[in-house]
């Protein structure tokens, strides 16, 4: 490659540059040691345990955590640890099966509101005609879930039906609900033990 001369302008400029600069003394050329990386200091070693105190301390055992969660029971299992308010050995023939129910209803195919009127009337009368044991039918319902994004509960008479005896008015006349013996229906059907009326 060769050089091509400058022309006279360039020339020119390039005087009036040269003019102006001045000369940088030794010390002040560029050091290419002061701008390289410089080492990492170094960490110090963790101290090194003592292994005869490590043998007799430990750190305090973790207090066992509490759930804040409280899973309801199933409604046969409720129906089963519920307090028995009547006698213990009536309540042992009623729930082998060995008592006959005085009086019977059955809410099948009813819906909530005619089920829940049905039943009102049909306690408090039994109640007022002094029978002490009554049979009430609610099926043990179908599963009816279709798979929506709101699960529908199976058998909701069968689930509905020990809330409503345990609420008022019915709670003054029910002495004791209890899930019935298979020869009168088993899982679809409770014995309803009555207070006598006074």
Do not use: C
């Not at 003019?19 to 070693?45: S, V």
């Not at 729930?95 to 039943?119: F, V």
């Not at 709670?171 to 899982?187: K, N, P």
């Amino acid at each position: 490659m060769t050089r091509r001369k400058l022309s006279a302008e360039e020339a020119a400029l390039w005087r009036k540059v040269t003019e102006r600069t001045e000369a940088l003394e030794q010390r002040q050329t560029f050091d290419p040691a002061a701008f390289a990386p410089q080492p990492k200091p170094k960490r110090a070693d963790p101290p090194k345990p003592d292994f005869g105190k490590l043998a007799t301390t430990f750190p305090p055992k973790p207090e066992p955590r509490k759930n804040s969660f409280n899973l309801t029971p199933s409604l046969p299992d409720r129906l089963r640890n519920a307090p028995v308010q009547m006698d213990q050995k009536t309540f042992g023939k009623m729930k082998r099966g060995k008592m006959k129910p005085e009086g019977r209803i059955d809410l099948h195919g009813m819906t909530l509101d005619r089920a829940h009127n049905a039943l009102t009337r049909f306690v408090l009368s039994a109640q007022g005609s002094g029978k002490r044991l009554v049979l009430v039918i609610t099926g043990k319902g179908k599963n009816r879930d279709e798979g929506g994004p709101i699960p529908v509960r199976h058998g909701v008479l069968r689930h509905q039906v020990p809330q409503w005896l345990s609420a008022p008015p019915l709670a003054s006349a029910v002495m004791q609900v209890s899930e019935a013996h298979i020869s009168h229906g088993g899982g679809g059907a409770y014995y309803v033990y009555l207070r006598r009326q006074r």
